[in-house]
């Protein structure tokens, strides 16, 4: 297998991926962490047969790039999932795995080697599939009754300053008026309208249901990391509103 980038550092052909279908192309970048207690396992199970799960690129700690699946083909990573009005992820996506344990393996901070190896991976694939800002995600913002990753210690901020992704500084977490599990209202409905508004799976009925609370922990993770609650507090959508009116007229 021939690498798609340049700052590949190995390949190695995985068996599980198939035709992007409906003559899709990647127009999103979604990112994980690998989950398990070693990088090495990970890798394993990525590559082999078994698992049924693959990914297009896989990022060691140290930095090293390996590359698993083409980027024309159709990698299995993301599993059931949906962004701005549309499901079949896998379609439409580069997967990228960081080699991190994860919250049930002892989940840490991700080196700097590993970072800067993500962040030029990232930086070739965004250039060369013309991938809209709002659409580098992580499999939380697609998944996120299921999934975690890359997590709240994942520097989102640090690739937006490096031209990755979409970020507004996030707005303290503070008192005062909140929306929690099983408030209903208007003021529930239009804090759903601006989650379905950035592109998240949300229905629009003015509960605050389990649904809306797994959103709001996605949106946490990735845009406003410093409380990871649930809770719809003035800073989380302050901040959203703050990326809703930074977004460009297109993509």
């Known amino acids: 297998m021939r690498p798609d980038s340049s700052v590949v550092t190995e390949t190695i052909a995985a068996p599980n991926h198939d035709a992007r279908r409906g003559g899709a192309r990647p127009e999103i970048l979604l990112l994980h ?26 990022v060691e700690e140290d930095g090293r790039i390996v590359q698993l ?57 965004v250039a060369r599939w013309a991938i809209p800002a709002r659409n580098v995600l992580g499999h939380s913002d697609v998944a996120p009754t299921r999934k975690e990753d890359p997590g709240e210690l994942f520097p989102w901020d640090q690739l937006f300053r490096s031209g990755v992704g979409h970020w507004t500084e996030p707005a303290k977490a503070t008192g005062g008026r909140f929306l929690t599990l099983g408030d209903r209202g208007q003021p529930v409905e239009a804090y759903q309208g601006l989650l379905a508004a950035y592109g998240y799976l949300q229905e629009i009925n003015g509960t605050f249901d389990e ?20 809770i719809a507090d003035m800073g989380s959508i302050t901040t959203l509103h703050r990326l809703l009116t930074s977004l460009p007229t297109l993509g």
């Open 33 to 58: 962490y690998t989950g398990m207690e070693s990088g090495a396992t990970a890798l394993e199970r990525l590559s082999g047969e078994e698992a049924q799960v693959s990914s297009h690129y896989f």
């Open 69 to 125: 699946v083409p980027e024309e083909r159709r990698a299995w990573h993301a599993g059931v999932s949906w962004w701005r009005g549309r499901d079949d992820v896998n379609s439409r996506s580069i997967g990228i795995e960081i080699v991190n344990p994860g919250h049930e393996h002892g989940y840490r901070a991700f080196p700097a080697a590993q970072i800067d190896a993500v962040i030029r991976l990232c930086r070739d694939c």
């Open 211 to 230: 649904a809306t609370r797994s959103n709001t922990f996605a949106f946490q993770r990735h845009f406003r990391p410093s409380r990871v609650d649930g």
